[in-house]
């Protein structure tokens, strides 16, 4: 490693350490509005139904703050940058917003709101979902869905990566939506292709 890259690292552990253990209030995040819709889908006039199971979150981002990966081994919650609510009910609401916006002809609904109804049902894996010292978002797990039946009709990873637009925690967060609106792109796209 050269000096300077090393030098690079080491101010770069220092800065995320401040972030972890300062003593001011920490900020919160929210995840941001999908970039791609100006306005939600009703699904009043729909054809389709979609129930959203609940959402799997890998247990390490079920934490108050945002995760960071340092290196190929090293992840960090830092307590200065957290999360405004639970990171899960953001991405299981935020996925419901893009997918009813993706899919105008689908009703998509929550699998409590759902309540007997016969519909496809929409299960989604979390595995990764925070920034990496080599100034990316990362996305990355699986989807499946299955029939009213319980038949599995598609399981699909997803892996998105999102560079950051600036330094920071607010542009990570953002940068991690984006990979979120991809997320949803995909999996809008796979329940198309097996209608």
């Known amino acids: 490693m050269t000096r300077a890259k090393g030098l690079a690292v080491l101010m770069s552990l220092l800065w995320l350490g401040g972030c972890a253990v300062g003593g001011e209030p920490p900020t919160r995040y929210t995840l941001p509005d999908d970039a791609t819709t100006s306005g939600r889908a009703s699904g009043a006039a729909a054809r389709h139904q979609l129930v959203l199971r609940p959402l799997r979150l890998a247990r390490y981002l079920d934490v108050e703050g945002i995760v960071f990966q340092l290196d190929d081994i090293t992840l960090q919650e830092a307590s200065g940058h957290q999360w405004v609510e639970p990171l899960g009910r953001q991405l299981e609401r935020g996925l419901r917003e893009r ?22 049902r929409l299960r989604v894996e979390v595995e990764r979902f925070q920034g990496r010292h080599d100034g990316l978002a990362v996305t990355e797990g699986r989807w499946q869905l299955r029939d009213a039946d319980g038949r599995l009709l598609a399981l699909e990873p997803f892996r998105v990566t999102t560079p950051l637009a600036a330094d920071g925690y607010p542009a990570l967060v953002r940068a991690l939506g984006h990979s979120w609106d991809s997320v949803a792109d995909e999996v809008a796209a796979g329940i198309r292709r097996l209608r």
């Open 99 to 120: 997918l009813a916006h993706r899919l105008p002809e689908t009703r998509v609904m929550f699998e409590a709101d759902a309540g007997g109804e016969t519909s496809q």
